[in-house]
């Protein structure tokens, strides 16, 4: 079956993105940005692409949920044996993008990922709910499982052992990642497909952004 998409086209012409409404530190335009999403319609507004690379090379993208926004970067958590875990611990660089189609913005980061500390990690596991406290013991993400069945019954065996106590231990190999950017680009659509991109920049960690505008 052959899809045809060439005729779906939509003239973006919500809003604008110029030098005189961006600081020269791209973190609070984000934070204005998500919560523009956050208040603008826009489901799982932390919902963003995650690309990785395998040792062969071979980039590997999946969605993630983006969790806290620190001084250092952008936080998510994961299985770290998971596929996306030991690509991150081989190869510790990574790009992301954010999508808001509500708001016809895009945003996508580029940096080195390191580990998130023990103490951060454990304090994010702390506040979920039961239930996801109890997915993250139970699943061996991203491994081959025999069936359906195999995840029910290692959820009866966890929810029986922890029955009685209202959280449970963050596992040893679930935590967070920090994404440390060196590259920020904030995309806004506009009419005539001129859209706005302003790329923030710097050349190490720590040192001064520089912006600049792309051609769309």
């Not at 958590?77 to 189609?101: D, H």
């Amino acid at each position: 079956m052959a899809i045809d998409a060439g005729d779906l086209r939509v003239d973006y012409q919500i809003d604008e993105l110029l030098e005189s409404n961006a600081p020269e530190n791209p973190f609070p335009l984000f934070d204005r940005w998500f919560t523009d999403a956050k208040n603008g319609g826009c489901l799982e507004p932390n919902a963003m692409v995650l690309a990785t690379v395998t040792e062969q090379g071979t980039p590997a993208a999946r969605v993630v949920l983006l969790k806290q926004v620190i001084a250092d970067g952008f936080v998510f958590f994961t299985n770290y044996e998971s596929r996306k875990g030991r690509e991150l611990e081989a190869m510790p660089q990574a790009a992301s993008v954010f999508n808001w189609l509500a708001l016809q913005r895009q945003v996508r980061i580029e940096g080195r990922v390191v580990r998130a500390t023990p103490e951060r990690s454990t304090a994010y596991f702390q506040t979920r709910p039961k239930k996801s406290q109890i997915g993250a013991w139970v699943s061996p993400q991203s491994q081959e499982i025999p069936d359906r069945t195999f995840l029910e019954n290692r959820q009866e065996e966890i929810e029986a052992q922890y029955a009685d106590a209202e959280a449970l231990p963050r596992p040893e190999n679930w935590g967070g990642y920090v994404i440390i950017p060196t590259l920020i680009e904030f995309w806004q659509g506009r009419s005539s497909r001129l859209h706005d991109r302003l790329v923030y920049q710097r050349e190490a960690e720590g040192a001064d952004w520089k912006r600049v505008r792309l051609a769309p």
